[in-house]
């Protein structure tokens, strides 16, 4: 099975701050890769989709890059509501595996 | 709009088996993949299963195999996921998601505790 590996576990940011967080696949998946925001006690909201792709309704300041085993996901200038944990999502023939997961606070 | 709603809390005791299921509306139910996600307190999300709603194809992670079985019934827009031989690890919210590749709808999430 593909294993995602997500850094960092936790991060502190300010407000107006570029935030990066990165997946790493153990083969190569195409952009068959997903981002999600969780916030305590709420299901997972969808992002990025297919590594690059914003899904409706999601903020333009949240974005997605990478192909092959490589994956970063960028939020360009933090707002207090992105406090939350983030988590990449593979998808590679028919099996799924979430990343760790990144806690995000605001500094 | 689309909802996927799922079954209430369970209290289970160690070696029993639990059944949770998640029912759809707003959309053909046939026509899209229910996976199924937990997360156990504290703890990152992990990846059960999934099943083809529309001819019952199963796939599981293999952390899982053995030990849970997902169904469907088509004339009840249901989902189903069950699993056996519980221990305290698996104490968890457990999620059913709708997906084609990506998990764009959501159930509300049902917690499964597992105590003696």
């Known amino acids: 099975d593909v294993q995602m590996t997500q850094s960092p576990s936790s991060l502190s940011a300010s407000v107006g701050d570029r935030v990066t967080i990165t997946c790493q696949a153990s083969?190569?998946?195409?952009?068959?890769l997903n981002w999600y925001q969780q916030k305590p006690g709420k299901a997972p909201r969808l992002l990025i989709y297919?590594?690059?792709n914003l899904e409706t309704g999601v903020p333009s300041r949240f974005s997605g890059s990478g192909s092959g085993t490589d994956f970063t996901f960028i939020i360009s200038g933090l707002q207090p509501e992105d406090i939350a944990t983030y988590y990449c999502?593979?998808?590679?023939?028919?099996?799924?595996?979430f990343g760790q997961g990144t806690k995000l606070e605001i500094k | 709009q689309v909802q996927l709603v799922q079954s209430g809390a369970e209290v289970k005791k160690p070696g029993a088996s639990v059944k949770v299921s998640c029912q759809a509306s707003?959309?053909?139910?046939?026509?899209?993949?229910i996976h199924w996600v937990r997360q156990a307190p504290g703890q990152g999300l992990e990846w059960m299963g999934w099943?083809?709603?529309?001819?019952?194809?199963?796939k599981y992670s293999q952390k899982f195999q053995g030990r849970v079985t997902i169904t469907r019934d088509t004339s009840a827009s249901t989902a189903y996921m069950d699993l056996s031989s519980l221990t305290s690890e698996d104490t968890a919210i457990y999620y059913c998601?709708?997906?084609?590749?990506?998990?764009?709808?959501w159930g509300q999430g049902t917690l499964v505790t597992v105590s003696s």
């Open positions: 998601a709708r997906a084609t590749g990506n998990f764009n709808y």
């Open positions: 297919d590594a690059s």
């Open positions: 083969e190569d998946i195409n952009t068959s």
């Open positions: 999502q593979q998808y590679d023939n028919l099996l799924y595996t």
């Open positions: 099943i083809n709603a529309g001819n019952g194809y199963t």
């Open positions: 707003g959309y053909t139910f046939t026509n899209f993949a």
